[in-house]
């Protein structure tokens, strides 16, 4: 905003407000002056306005057509209105042609998909770089198991991979599992264990979700123990996951860590039957978490189901598991059609059954079960029965021997949404079983019987928790904690049976709200600041050129007829040239500038999320450059042209320029050279005017707090400052996170330096945490630099500057300031030098 010349004053109308303004301002300075908001996208304080993303327009009372308020002269009596139809219509209109030719992106969708929120671009791209050990310490940032949930998540992040729209998503599990194999046994830990709070924690169930939780809360420095009514860990991973989609190992070895971290395993040990809350509150733990998981079955509540032969997926999974004799037959039913379903079928077939049947009430379409499950079960000669709804059980001997259905049609929607199965009537049929296999589904088991077959209550009501009506522990959805203080719960035994990444991601976040508990902050703004780190799901629809089709990588997988016999791993994973190459087509739907970038915040807010034009757009010139700190990305790049002109009209360097005409405009250098070849002094100028993400700062850009990598604004002070590097003391900020500068950004337009930097005021801050800086004083003693204490290094120079001037006089001795020198620094240094050492040899050096 240019500064007003203070001439006289005028009044004019803006949206019915009386508005001052001096003689000169336009209507947009006016406004911003009055605190009206006009959006903008090429509006620059710094440079004269002229008007080219129309978004600023205006109504003025008399005047037939609309105005680009900031080149348009405020008028005293001029009435303006800022926020009719007819503008947020043109407004809405610009925004579309621009975004329908603006090839970037703002936001992962496939982090958005995920619970967890994993930077998947981060570990994706560490491993296009060959860094598998980066990759998983990205990961564990937010998820400790990369080899177990590589090898058995569901991946809904693959169902938004943009790379869908060129060909097929890209295989952003296998390549998790792919970094977790490579780097098993290094240091990956995502950073340092904290210092001992003496804090204790008491965790309840070995599943994802307590198992999760005990990783960050002991990586924040709580002492932790984890019980459970299973002798080891692991919960649903390891007593109900079959071992030929997770094998015992790979189970134990991602477990390891924690092991490192001082967590502690008691097992064989039950709430209810072996403890209460009440005796682990009395024993000082200070927090408790409930992570029991959902042990309990759903029944298909019809005739026979009482009857042998007659077993739930989790009891006959959980039996496998462990190594027990389980007689299932021939003929074995196994009805549902999720994961459960599917892993109890399989294990089926291992089992030696001979004809093994999923009965599914719906369509192949609506089953839960990923599609890659359900073609490997086929494959290995499971026979799917769909449209099926279980009517009785048939029996023989007081044992079962079929299960009796009838043909199910989709009719309406059911309360969930999804399709209604309802019965045709006179449809009855049966298949003969000798073993049926429930898999409908699992709820918590929050109760227990005991010899006498009374009932008991894990959670009595009184004792402050509460429980649903569907037999789940309810909790403040933002921090996962009861209505007893001390007491916070996550996963399946919160939300019912739902997959292991979300209960990992549940754990996580209770450990987050467990620990600021500890520290005694607010629960109230904890949950505020939980509810904070969610991405924004706002996704603006952004088209992508086409790119040369690059075909998927596909794990290897054992032979069907071979799997059948054992319980080996099925899928063996992707080889080191496969996983390089899948994680190469990963598009980085990323933008460093999601958080700044106007014309996000504009597409929001003017709700341009879908786009409804298409045609050719704008050819974007590759570009090599490794200049080391201004970053461009010129796909994202409106052709505003704001960085040409600040670079001209400002800095006067001409480095960049709009280059050819009509569709094929775009930024580029001059003659097609690279910035070090243009007159460029990498002021970062261009960057400060950039109102998208087309321009950047290398030097913040990757350690920027952005939500995909889970850190946000509020974490980062803003400190004023004047720059010390030569005498005209500019006004900067400093933005310091975790103790770190990460980034510089100029003072307001009314400071001395008009919201201008140059190249050392902008980037000049890298040495503050580079690994060379000295940070103690070093004396020489018997030939060797040895630290010292900056007293000890004052009185060594003291002694050597008397030294040589008692020697050879005070003019041996000569004084150059520093341009970080203030004033008032080298008022002091020449007085020392003409008073204590006699000397007028004094200069002063504004250069580095």
């Given at each position: 905003?240019?500064l007003?010349?203070?001439t006289?004053?005028?009044?004019l109308?803006?949206?019915?407000?009386?508005?001052k303004?001096f003689?000169?301002?336009?209507?947009?300075e006016?406004?911003l002056?009055a605190?009206?908001?006009?959006p903008n996208?090429?509006?620059?304080?710094?440079?004269?306005?002229?008007?080219?993303?129309?978004?600023?327009?205006?109504?003025?009372?008399r005047?037939?057509?609309?105005k680009?308020?900031c080149?348009t002269?405020?008028?005293?009596?001029m009435?303006?209105?800022?926020?009719?139809?007819?503008l947020?219509?043109v407004?809405r209109?610009?925004?579309?042609l621009?975004?329908?030719?603006?090839?970037a992106?703002c936001?992962p969708p496939?982090?958005?998909?995920?619970p967890a929120?994993l930077?998947?671009?981060?570990?994706?791209?560490a491993?296009?770089?060959g860094?598998?050990v980066?990759?998983?310490?990205?990961?564990k940032?937010r998820?400790?198991?990369p080899?177990?949930?590589?090898?058995?998540?569901p991946r809904?992040?693959?169902?938004v991979c943009?790379r869908?729209q060129?060909?097929?998503?890209?295989?952003i599990?296998?390549?998790?599992?792919?970094?977790?194999?490579e780097?098993a046994?290094e240091?990956?830990?995502?950073?340092?264990q904290?210092?001992?709070?003496?804090k204790?924690v008491?965790i309840?169930g070995a599943?994802?979700?307590?198992?999760?939780?005990?990783?960050y809360?002991a990586l924040?420095?709580?002492?932790v123990?984890?019980?459970?009514?299973f002798?080891?860990?692991?919960?649903?991973?390891?007593?109900?996951i079959?071992?030929?989609?997770l094998p015992?190992?790979?189970?134990d070895?991602?477990?390891?860590?924690?092991?490192?971290?001082g967590?502690e395993?008691v097992?064989?040990r039950?709430?209810?039957?072996?403890?209460?809350?009440d005796d682990?509150?009395?024993?000082?733990?200070?927090t408790v978490f409930?992570g029991?998981?959902?042990?309990?079955d759903?029944?298909?509540?019809?005739?026979?189901?009482e009857?042998?032969?007659?077993?739930?997926?989790?009891?006959?999974?959980?039996r496998v598991?462990?190594?027990?004799?389980?007689?299932?037959?021939?003929?074995v039913?196994v009805v549902?059609?999720?994961?459960?379903?599917?892993d109890a079928?399989?294990?089926?077939?291992r089992m030696?059954?001979a004809?093994?049947?999923?009965?599914?009430r719906?369509?192949r379409?609506?089953m839960?079960?990923?599609?890659?499950?359900v073609?490997?079960a086929?494959?290995?000669?499971?026979?799917?029965?769909?449209?099926a709804?279980?009517?009785?059980i048939?029996?023989d001997g007081g044992?079962a021997?079929g299960?009796c259905?009838m043909?199910?049609?989709?009719?309406g929607?059911?309360?969930?949404?999804?399709?209604?199965?309802?019965a045709?009537e006179?449809?009855e049929?049966?298949?003969?079983?000798?073993?049926?296999?429930?898999?409908?589904?699992?709820?918590p088991?929050?109760?227990y019987?005991?010899e006498?077959?009374?009932?008991?209550v894990f959670?009595?009501?009184?004792k402050?928790?509460q429980?649903s009506?569907g037999?789940?522990?309810e909790?403040?959805?933002?921090?996962?904690?009861?209505?007893?203080?001390?007491?916070?719960?996550?996963?399946?035994?919160v939300?019912?049976a739902?997959t292991?990444?979300?209960?990992?991601?549940?754990g996580r976040?209770?450990?987050?709200?467990m620990?600021?508990y500890?520290r005694g902050?607010?629960?109230?703004r904890?949950?505020?600041r939980?509810?904070?780190l969610?991405p924004?799901?706002v996704m603006?629809?952004i088209?992508?050129?086409?790119?040369?089709?690059?075909?998927?990588?596909?794990?290897?997988?054992?032979?069907?007829?071979?799997?059948?016999?054992n319980?080996a791993?099925?899928?063996?994973g992707?080889?080191r040239?496969?996983?390089?190459?899948?994680?190469?087509?990963?598009?980085q739907c990323?933008?460093?500038?999601?958080?700044?970038?106007?014309?996000?915040?504009?597409g929001?807010?003017?709700?341009v999320?879908t786009?409804r034009f298409s045609?050719?757009?704008h050819?974007?010139?590759?570009?090599e450059?490794?200049n080391p700190?201004?970053?461009?990305q010129y796909?994202?790049c409106i052709?505003?042209?704001?960085?040409?002109r600040?670079c001209?009209?400002?800095v006067a360097?001409?480095a960049?320029?709009?280059s050819?005409?009509?569709?094929?405009?775009h930024?580029?250098c001059?003659?097609h050279?690279?910035?070090?070849?243009?007159?460029?002094?990498?002021?970062?100028?261009?960057?400060?005017?950039?109102?998208?993400?087309?321009?950047?700062?290398?030097?913040?850009m990757?350690?920027r707090?952005?939500?995909?990598r889970?850190?946000?604004?509020?974490?980062?002070?803003k400190v004023?400052?004047?720059?010390?590097y030569?005498?005209?003391?500019?006004t900067?900020?400093l933005h310091?996170?975790?103790?770190?500068i990460v980034?510089?950004s100029?003072g307001d337009?009314e400071s001395?330096?008009?919201?201008?930097?140059?190249?050392?005021g902008?980037?000049g801050?890298d040495?503050?945490?580079h690994t060379d800086?000295?940070?103690?004083?070093?004396?020489?003693?018997d030939?060797?630099?040895?630290?010292?204490t900056?007293d000890?290094?004052?009185e060594?120079?003291?002694?050597?500057?008397?030294?040589?001037r008692?020697e050879?006089?005070?003019r041996?001795?000569g004084?150059?300031?520093?341009?970080?020198?203030?004033?008032?620094?080298d008022?002091?240094?020449?007085k020392?030098m003409?008073?204590?050492?006699g000397?007028?040899?004094?200069?002063?050096?504004?250069?580095l």
């Amino acid at each position: 905003m240019r500064l007003p010349v203070e001439t006289s004053t005028i009044t004019l109308t803006i949206d019915g407000r009386p508005v001052k303004a001096f003689e000169g301002q336009t209507v947009f300075e006016a406004a911003l002056a009055a605190g009206i908001s006009i959006p903008n996208l090429c509006n620059d304080g710094r440079l004269e306005p002229i008007g080219s993303c129309r978004l600023c327009v205006v109504e003025i009372e008399r005047e037939a057509d609309m105005k680009a308020s900031c080149s348009t002269p405020a008028r005293d009596g001029m009435v303006v209105r800022t926020q009719t139809g007819p503008l947020l219509a043109v407004r809405r209109l610009v925004l579309e042609l621009i975004l329908s030719d603006h090839n970037a992106y703002c936001l992962p969708p496939c982090q958005n998909r995920c619970p967890a929120h994993l930077d998947i671009p981060g570990y994706v791209g560490a491993i296009a770089d060959g860094d598998p050990v980066r990759s998983v310490k990205i990961i564990k940032d937010r998820l400790p198991f990369p080899r177990i949930l590589g090898r058995i998540c569901p991946r809904p992040c693959e169902t938004v991979c943009r790379r869908q729209q060129n060909d097929e998503a890209v295989a952003i599990c296998a390549i998790k599992r792919y970094a977790g194999d490579e780097a098993a046994g290094e240091d990956t830990l995502p950073q340092p264990q904290a210092a001992a709070t003496g804090k204790r924690v008491a965790i309840i169930g070995a599943g994802p979700a307590g198992l999760t939780n005990a990783y960050y809360l002991a990586l924040m420095g709580h002492d932790v123990t984890v019980f459970d009514s299973f002798p080891f860990p692991g919960g649903m991973l390891r007593y109900a996951i079959p071992d030929y989609r997770l094998p015992p190992g790979v189970l134990d070895q991602d477990l390891e860590e924690l092991w490192s971290l001082g967590i502690e395993f008691v097992g064989g040990r039950s709430l209810g039957r072996d403890f209460t809350i009440d005796d682990l509150l009395d024993q000082e733990y200070d927090t408790v978490f409930l992570g029991m998981g959902a042990h309990g079955d759903h029944q298909m509540m019809i005739p026979g189901e009482e009857l042998d032969g007659v077993i739930s997926s989790v009891e006959f999974l959980r039996r496998v598991n462990l190594g027990e004799e389980v007689e299932i037959g021939r003929r074995v039913v196994v009805v549902g059609g999720g994961f459960t379903a599917m892993d109890a079928a399989r294990t089926a077939v291992r089992m030696g059954a001979a004809e093994v049947t999923v009965a599914y009430r719906r369509t192949r379409a609506e089953m839960p079960a990923h599609e890659t499950e359900v073609e490997e079960a086929e494959a290995e000669g499971v026979r799917l029965q769909l449209l099926a709804i279980p009517e009785s059980i048939e029996s023989d001997g007081g044992r079962a021997s079929g299960l009796c259905l009838m043909q199910a049609e989709l009719s309406g929607k059911g309360p969930g949404g999804r399709p209604r199965p309802m019965a045709i009537e006179g449809s009855e049929y049966c298949l003969p079983a000798d073993t049926i296999i429930v898999a409908i589904g699992q709820k918590p088991k929050l109760c227990y019987f005991d010899e006498d077959g009374v009932r008991h209550v894990f959670l009595p009501e009184e004792k402050g928790i509460q429980t649903s009506k569907g037999g789940t522990v309810e909790v403040d959805p933002r921090t996962l904690q009861t209505a007893r203080p001390q007491v916070f719960a996550g996963g399946d035994v919160v939300s019912g049976a739902r997959t292991v990444i979300q209960a990992v991601a549940a754990g996580r976040r209770a450990a987050l709200a467990m620990d600021a508990y500890m520290r005694g902050e607010d629960m109230a703004r904890v949950g505020e600041r939980l509810a904070g780190l969610e991405p924004d799901p706002v996704m603006l629809d952004i088209r992508q050129q086409p790119r040369h089709p690059a075909p998927r990588q596909h794990k290897e997988l054992m032979d069907p007829a071979a799997r059948r016999a054992n319980f080996a791993e099925v899928e063996l994973g992707l080889t080191r040239e496969q996983a390089l190459t899948e994680a190469a087509r990963c598009l980085q739907c990323v933008c460093q500038a999601e958080r700044t970038c106007e014309l996000r915040k504009l597409g929001i807010g003017y709700g341009v999320t879908t786009n409804r034009f298409s045609g050719r757009m704008h050819a974007v010139p590759p570009i090599e450059d490794p200049n080391p700190v201004v970053s461009r990305q010129y796909e994202k790049c409106i052709v505003c042209g704001a960085c040409a002109r600040i670079c001209d009209e400002v800095v006067a360097a001409r480095a960049v320029e709009l280059s050819e005409t009509g569709m094929d405009t775009h930024i580029a250098c001059g003659y097609h050279r690279s910035l070090p070849e243009t007159g460029c002094v990498f002021c970062g100028q261009c960057v400060s005017a950039c109102p998208t993400g087309a321009l950047d700062n290398r030097l913040s850009m990757n350690v920027r707090p952005l939500p995909h990598r889970g850190a946000f604004e509020h974490q980062v002070e803003k400190v004023k400052t004047t720059c010390c590097y030569c005498g005209v003391g500019c006004t900067l900020f400093l933005h310091v996170m975790d103790g770190r500068i990460v980034e510089v950004s100029a003072g307001d337009p009314e400071s001395v330096n008009g919201g201008n930097l140059c190249v050392k005021g902008r980037y000049g801050f890298d040495f503050i945490n580079h690994t060379d800086r000295l940070t103690t004083p070093l004396v020489r003693r018997d030939g060797r630099l040895a630290p010292v204490t900056w007293d000890e290094a004052l009185e060594e120079v003291r002694r050597n500057l008397e030294r040589v001037r008692d020697e050879h006089g005070g003019r041996a001795v000569g004084a150059l300031a520093s341009g970080r020198c203030t004033n008032e620094d080298d008022y002091l240094m020449q007085k020392f030098m003409r008073t204590v050492l006699g000397s007028n040899n004094i200069d002063h050096c504004a250069r580095l």
